[in-house]
């Protein structure tokens, strides 16, 4: 599957959940460029994801703007107080691609309860700033980015949402590049389960000191 996608840019991908991301795509095989505000940073990222996976990993650095431009697809991994800025200023590079969007409409302080915006879910308000040229794609609101840096099996699935069938089922097969097993949900309007479900999963990781995450049940065997 690397080879049907020629790379993949991850906006913000010098923080938490974007950096794992990077290591679990790189370690697949596919052609990453981490983003940033400042190419400096990602570059800072880069050498530290090469000090783990080694020099041979095929990731490369670059702001947010040249990286969604050069990209074939778009991952943004922002804080939702910067998901409009950001996605504005690349608004004319994503056009015709698949933008991945793992945002959860947080507000603190209160991260543990749901509090989703009017639109009705983050991944709604990418589509409607962007256009419907642009595939938005909603996943990986439930995944904990201490799993995903890590080298462990991730014993969690992952919600897929987007009103292109296609651009879901693309998606899902890049969860699976990663580890997981992903699961197509229907329209980005469904992408509100999965960001209202990540408040729940805040209350249950207070409890038990966890990291937790969803799995589906009752499939055929
Ligand atoms: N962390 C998790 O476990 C987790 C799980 C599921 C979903 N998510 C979602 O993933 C997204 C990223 O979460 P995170 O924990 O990875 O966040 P983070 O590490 O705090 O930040 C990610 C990146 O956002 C960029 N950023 C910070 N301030 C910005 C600003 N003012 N304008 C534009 N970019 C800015 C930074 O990149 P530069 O400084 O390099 O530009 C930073 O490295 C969030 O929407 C979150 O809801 C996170």
Redesign the pocket.
């Known amino acids: 599957m690397s080879q049907a996608i020629g790379s993949i840019a991850i906006?913000?991908?010098?923080?938490?959940?974007?950096?794992?991301l990077a290591r679990r795509w790189s370690k697949a095989g596919f052609d990453v460029i981490i983003?940033?505000?400042?190419k400096e940073?990602?570059a800072d990222?880069v050498i530290k994801l090469k000090e783990v996976l080694g020099d041979e990993i095929k990731v490369s650095a670059d702001d947010?703007v040249s990286a969604a431009k050069a990209a074939d697809l778009v991952v943004?991994?922002?804080?939702?107080?910067?998901?409009a800025?950001?996605l504005s200023a690349v608004k004319a590079e994503l056009q015709g691609k698949i933008l991945i969007d793992?945002?959860?409409?947080?507000r603190p302080p209160k991260v543990g309860t749901v509090q989703l915006p009017e639109a009705g879910s983050?991944a709604q308000e990418a589509q409607a700033l962007l256009g419907e040229e642009v595939k938005v794609v909603s996943a990986?609101?439930?995944?904990?980015?201490?799993h995903?840096n890590s080298d462990r099996e991730i014993d969690c699935d992952v919600l897929v949402a987007g009103n292109n069938k296609e651009a879901r089922q693309l998606v899902v097969g890049l969860v699976e590049a990663a580890g997981m097993k992903g699961f197509s949900i229907g329209p980005v309007a469904n992408s509100a389960a999965s960001e209202a479900l990540?408040s729940v999963l805040i209350q249950i990781n207070r409890q038990f000191k966890c990291?937790a995450g969803i799995k589906i049940s009752g499939l055929p065997e």
Not at 11 to 20: D, F, I, K, M, P
Not at 102 to 106: A, G
Request: net charge positive.
């Open positions: 906006l913000g991908g010098t923080g938490a959940l974007g950096g794992g983003g940033s505000r400042t940073k990602a990222a947010n943004l991994t922002v804080p939702y107080a910067h998901h800025n950001t793992v945002t959860v409409p947080l983050a990986f609101q439930n995944v904990a980015a201490d995903l990540t990291h």
